[in-house]
């Protein structure tokens, strides 16, 4: 959906400063690396996640004093420290909320009633369970981290899936990939608002281009949960299996983004959008003739805005 928008608004390359080459840069401050591989190894000698980090940001304080320019004296030492306190307030608060969240979740047993609530709610059906449980997770994921929220959700809203037949894999991969968009979904979007801090741009407008570039992912997880054929995109089940059901997604996906965008081999008419993103949801949903006439609808637009001459 990015290389759409830039088609459609004319985007042009942007210089960048090539004195240095990848190669060159790894060289020169590649160190800053140490601190993260740091983190793994310590823990795999045995120490507490709470330890690694402190001793890798304790190396990470060290090597910066291997080239001049990235070394932290006092004066950026109370800088980075400063901005790292006031940075970590936040998620340390999300994260203390969702601990308790958890707790109260798992001392209580509502994790077993809440399934049962959306299973009553959805009157059995797969479909409405499935939005359900998308719309808890992303509700969950406003506030807390994607691990935090992860972890919430497949306590109270996996089981409804997997009651109703679900795999338990593709049921915590469904909630772990709502989990994740919620990153990117308003009001809060935190990726965003990171990304946007990084960029100095506005964080609401950053917002709402992440919501709609992710738009068509939103459908992804409905694929290998409505029907068995689909946990072929999760690499599961005969091999042809999986080899249609990734193809026909990547298509489907394509097809949904130049519906969305509003703009596929050049600007769309009204008609061809419709078919785009009727040929979109179709093709991402495996069943074998929605997958033809998906492809269908999709080819033809392609042959419609090829013979159109503007």
């Excluded at 308790?100 to 797969?126: P, Q, R």
């Amino acid at each position: 959906m990015v290389e759409l928008d830039a088609k459609k608004f004319g985007a042009k390359e942007i210089p960048i400063d090539k004195t240095y080459s990848l190669w060159q840069l790894t060289y020169l401050y590649g160190f800053h690396f140490i601190s993260l591989v740091a983190i793994v190894v310590i823990m795999i000698l045995g120490f507490t996640p709470i330890m690694a980090v402190f001793w890798a940001t304790v190396l990470a304080f060290a090597v910066s004093f291997i080239r001049k320019d990235t070394a932290l004296t006092p004066r950026k030492l109370v800088k980075a420290l400063k901005s790292g306190s006031i940075g970590v307030l936040s998620v340390g608060s999300t994260c203390a909320a969702a601990g308790i969240i958890v707790g109260v979740v798992t001392l209580t047993g509502l994790g077993l009633k809440f399934s049962s609530i959306i299973i009553s709610y959805a009157g059995g059906s797969l479909f409405l369970t499935a939005i359900y449980t998308a719309l808890i997770v992303w509700v969950i994921g406003l506030a807390v981290p994607v691990t935090a929220s992860y972890i919430i959700a497949a306590v109270i809203a996996a089981p409804a899936l997997t009651q109703l037949g679900v795999p338990e894999f593709a049921a915590h991969m469904f909630v772990f990939y709502y989990a994740i968009l919620s990153e990117v979904s308003p009001p809060t979007a935190l990726s965003c608002f990171a990304a946007a801090a990084l960029t100095k741009g506005n964080p609401y407008k950053t917002t709402m281009y992440a919501w709609k570039y992710t738009l068509p992912a939103f459908i992804v997880p409905f694929m290998f949960t409505l029907d068995e054929k689909g946990v072929g995109i999760l690499l599961k089940g005969p091999a042809i299996n999986v080899i249609w059901t990734t193809i026909t997604a990547f298509l489907g996906i394509a097809s949904l983004a130049g519906g969305v965008e509003n703009w596929f081999l050049k600007k769309t008419t009204l008609y061809e959008r419709i078919m785009l993103i009727i040929g979109g949801l179709l093709l991402v949903y495996p069943i074998p003739l929605c997958d033809i006439i998906g492809f269908g609808l999709m080819v033809l637009v392609v042959v419609l805005q090829k013979l159109r001459k503007e």
